[in-house]
């Protein structure tokens, strides 16, 4: 039995819908066999798939070819997850240093830095510039 690698990739949960599958696939992320494909190639069981996620490549096996989507408890006799540890250890490693290597006085403050400015602020009596002091002006 054979499926459409678009329709297997929807259908295994692997993509939340066909045509992020079919945007992978014409974008060089699915390969089977070290080769791009096509999201019309027809996949059949013990197929090898491999799926590009930066900064992860997935790696699953076809055990059943299906076209209509499954519920999540029934994956694991559609495909098996043959992703090496090492991928693993690259995702955990990003999800790490996301956080760590965030420069200081990038983006918006962190709790433990606003909890900083409000202190200081507090000391030193100045107020925030967010603070609205219409009501304060209209009273005198």
Known sequence: MEARLDKWLWAA???????????ACKNGRITIGGQPVKPSRMVKEGDEISVRKPPVTYTFRVKQCIEKRVGA????????????ADQYDILEMSKISGFVDRARGTGRPTKKERRAIDRW??????????????DET???
């Not at 408890?73 to 090496?84: G, R, S």
Request: charged letters at 30%; aromatic letters at 8%.
């Open 138 to 140: 209209d009273t005198q």
């Open 73 to 84: 408890k029934l994956i694991p006799e559609v495909l098996d997850n043959i992703t090496t």
């Open 13 to 23: 949960r692997i993509y939340k819908t066909r045509t992020i599958a079919t945007d």
């Open 121 to 134: 602020s507090d000391d030193y009596g100045i107020t925030p510039l967010f603070i609205d002091d219409e």
